[in-house]
Structure formats: C-alpha cells, structure tokens
C-alpha cells in the first residue's frame, strides 16, 4: 500500500461526538444488543463510548493486527479469538465494535467468527462500506484517518504548498 494521498485528522473531541452519533444511530435501530466485541486496539475507544450510552455491560474482544507498521498492510494476526457463549447462533444480537474499516479485511475476518452480528465503525472507507452495517462518516481510500491516540503536535505544509497559483 501506498502513504495515503490526504490527511483526515481527528481530536478527541471530534472523535467523541462521532462515537456518540454512532450511539445514537445504534439506539434507533431499537434492537437489543447481548454484547459488545471490540476490535482491539482500535475498537476499544468507541466501544467505551457506545458501551456507555447503550448500557451494555458485558464486553468482549476479538485481539486482531494487520497494519504492521505505519500505513502498510500485513499478514492477519488472530492473537485472541471470542468466547463459544457469544459466537452462539452465528453471533445474533451482538454489536462488534471497531475504530474504522479500510479494506475491510479485519471486519471480514470478524464475520467469518460471527455471521449474524451487527459490525458498526465510526469511519469507513469505500472498500471496506460492504463489510459494515452502521458507521458515520465516509472517507476517501486514498485518505489517511489520524488518531488521536496516535497524535501529537505537529506543523503543517499548507495544502497548495507547491502548487502555482
Ligand atoms: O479494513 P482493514 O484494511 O482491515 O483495516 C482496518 C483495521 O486496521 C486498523 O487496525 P490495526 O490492524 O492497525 O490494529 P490496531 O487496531 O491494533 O491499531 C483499524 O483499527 C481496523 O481494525
Ligand atoms: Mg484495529
């Protein structure tokens, strides 16, 4: 993979209200959730936040790697797969719970493990939109999402930098 044309940085703030807005997208399915399974690392942030505001208490994780390193795709690591209690039924009333979905591999492997959950991520690229039932905002593929887990202050190059006007 390539370093991701553009830059779609997020704060904390924005990252919540986003979270928060998928809360309440959830909410209006009016469906009961059993369980959250988060995608980690990722999925842990927003499933704190969606945790909270739909009061599931029993969560789980399903421990996934494959960006091995700084915008480059590897291998599929499965370190931690999810309990027999929850993949019941092919996964039927539980919420997984991820940061973003880009090629949609992750979300994929995810669902080989439970068929009949519903997969909600707070941002989508157009790759992985398939693999997703619910998310919030929708971002270019050849766009970077910054966390701001994985951020500190930096200088920024002016987006024309380069370009005659
Ligand atoms: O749709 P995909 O192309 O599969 O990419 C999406 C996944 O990539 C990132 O996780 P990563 O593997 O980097 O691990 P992390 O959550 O521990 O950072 C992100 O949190 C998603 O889980
Ligand atoms: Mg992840």
Redesign the pocket.
């Known amino acids: 993979m390539s370093l991701p044309e553009k830059a779609f940085p997020v704060s904390w703030d924005q990252f919540h209200r986003d979270a928060r807005a998928l809360a309440w997208r959830l909410a209006g399915l009016g469906q009961e959730f059993r369980a959250i399974v988060c995608?980690?690392?990722?999925?842990l942030v927003p499933a704190a936040i969606i945790s909270r505001e739909l009061n599931i208490r029993l969560i789980e994780t399903v421990c996934?790697?494959?960006?091995h390193d700084y915008s480059n795709?590897g291998e599929m690591n499965l370190l931690k797969g999810i309990t027999a209690e929850l993949s019941v039924n092919g996964g039927e009333g539980v919420l997984v719970i991820?940061?973003?979905?880009?090629?949609?591999?992750?979300?994929s492997e995810v669902r080989e493990m439970m068929p009949k959950a519903h997969f909600a991520c707070v941002y989508a690229k157009p790759s992985?939109v398939p693999m997703i039932d619910t998310f919030i905002t929708e971002v270019s593929q050849d766009t970077w999402i910054y966390f701001p887990w994985d951020m500190g202050f930096t200088y920024q190059e002016p987006i024309a930098k380069g370009h005659k006007g």
């Open positions: 995608i980690t690392r990722g999925g996934i790697a494959s960006y795709q991820d940061d973003l979905t880009d090629t949609g591999k992750t979300a992985g």
